[in-house]
Nanobody
Framework: QVQLVESGGGLVQPGGSLRLSCAAS????????MGWSRQAPGKQREWLAT???????NYADSVQGRFTISRDIAKNTVYLQMNSLKPEDTAVYYC??????????WGQGTQVTVSS
């Protein structure tokens, strides 16, 4: 069993920044990748960014150039630095862990609200 705990969400003004963290613990064997998705009210979950065990990164077009994903291997933690935030970035943000085999694990989510 893998546990993922997100933190760092909150209320921020448009144009502001936040950094989300996601710490993994439990029965972690081999991690292929970790990443972030989000879900806004009334919308489907949207994939945002992934970082692989080789440190390859990929981003959704909606956040490319504004969000940066990174990780701390020693801490089994993945981060999402979010800059130039917009009201449409308001959502619950979830991190996930993709092992080399088996199903993805998901965190419980952290709320990000972008509003003046």
């Amino acid at each position: 069993q893998v546990q993922l705990v997100e933190s760092g969400g909150g209320l921020v003004q448009p144009g502001g920044s936040l950094r989300l963290s996601c710490a993994a613990s439990g029965n972690i064997e081999s991690i292929y990748a970790m990443g972030w998705s989000r879900q806004a009210p009334g919308k489907q979950r949207e994939w945002l960014a992934t970082i692989t065990y080789k440190d390859n990164t990929n981003y959704a077009d909606s956040v490319q150039g504004r969000f940066t994903i990174s990780r701390d291997i020693a801490k089994n933690t993945v981060y999402l630095q979010m800059n130039s935030l917009k009201p449409e970035d308001t959502a619950v943000y979830y991190c996930y862990l993709r092992p080399n085999s088996g199903s993805d694990s998901w965190g419980q989510g952290t709320q990000v609200t972008v509003s003046s």
